[in-house]
């Protein structure tokens, strides 16, 4: 739809409790750590706004969003509500009552859609013989949600490779992916490629994190989804930045993970563990010669410079950018 409407949402807004103070809290925190996405995402959102964020700082969804997490946890950011536009979505009915309501109104709805040969293609995938109930369901996948046949074919099929044969599950399922923006036969095999190739190395994350067979969060989800098929991260590589944040926070923080994976990834250095090792011992070295050279025992020239190093310039910066948006 093209109309706009005000909804009341969450939003997140610089934290009162350090206004004015933004560039000294960066210096020393954020920006001795913070990788180069972090960096421009949170310089966008204090001149523009969270909108059209990941655009604008030049990187993908699932960054903007994991460095927004990392500001977040440091302190810079904080949630409140405010109004924002928003795109007017279609109100769907609840999952159980997408099925239409009488008989007749299933046999309009089979006719005008020509649903008849959907209805026996997904008869044979799931081997039965569906009851009215269950025709009802197929046609209020393809009246209320206005999914495509194929859509329909493609995750029965789905479901049913998954161990889930209940018409009821496939309906649940169509109802929460249609809400995720997932609509089309395109989106819908994007999605499903995306979920049978981060499962097998969500498996070895699990255990890695000591998650167990409880289900995981949304955002555990979507961040072991971008590391392991956005960013193509082995989980070896994932398991160093996992030992590395528990060692320096004490505990399991996938904000702090990530940002240690975009700082390797940005190195050129993440696509392997052996990779992520030799850079690491490098770092150790260049911090050694430049610690030396601070002594009086080094080499007369400039060391290397760290990947941390450049506090004094994006503090001026993030200023600069804040004075702006006062």
């Given amino acids: 739809m093209d109309m706009k409407e005000k909804t009341e949402k969450t939003v997140l807004k610089v934290n009162d409790g350090i ?18 996405d972090d960096l421009r995402v949170l310089l966008v959102f204090l001149e523009r706004g969270a909108e059209r964020i990941a655009r604008d700082a030049g990187v993908s969804e699932a960054r903007a969003d994991a460095a927004l997490d990392y500001w977040r946890e440091a ?30 109104e299933t046999a309009e709805i089979i006719r005008r859609r020509g649903l008849s040969g959907v209805i026996d293609e997904a008869q044979k995938l799931l081997g039965k013989t569906f009851n009215t109930t269950e025709i009802g369901i197929v046609a209020g996948l393809s009246e209320q949600l206005e999914l495509e046949p194929a859509y329909v074919l493609t995750l029965i099929s789905w479901c049913r490779n998954r161990g889930k044969d209940s018409l009821r599950y496939v309906e649940r399922t169509a109802f929460s992916l249609v809400s995720e923006g997932i609509e089309t036969l395109a989106q819908l095999e994007a999605y499903i490629a995306r979920r049978e190739a981060s499962e097998s190395g969500i498996g070895q994350i699990r255990k890695m994190f000591g998650i167990g067979e409880r289900a995981l969060t949304k955002t555990e989800e979507k961040r072991f989804t971008q590391w ?70 080094g080499p007369k020239h400039d060391p290397i410079p760290s990947t941390y190093d450049s506090g004094d310039f994006f503090a001026r910066a993030v200023e600069r950018s804040y004075q702006k948006k006062k």
């Fill in 75 to 104: 302190g810079i950011l904080t949630e409140g509500t405010g109004t924002e536009p928003t795109e007017a979505k279609k109100t769907l009915r609840p999952a159980d009552e997408l099925a239409p309501a009488t008989g007749e």
């Fill in 228 to 297: 392991l098929i956005d960013d193509k991260l082995p989980v070896g590589v994932i398991g160093i930045a996992y030992d590395i944040t528990v060692e320096a926070t004490g505990k399991v923080s996938l904000a702090y993970i990530d940002k240690i994976l975009s700082k390797w990834k940005e190195a050129g250095c993440a696509g392997s563990a052996e990779e992520v090792e030799r850079f690491i011992e490098r770092e150790k070295a260049e911090r050694g010669q430049a610690a030396a050279q601070k002594n009086g025992r």
């Fill in 19 to 36: 206004r004015g103070d933004i560039p000294r809290l960066a210096g020393k925190i954020a920006l001795r750590e913070a990788s180069a």
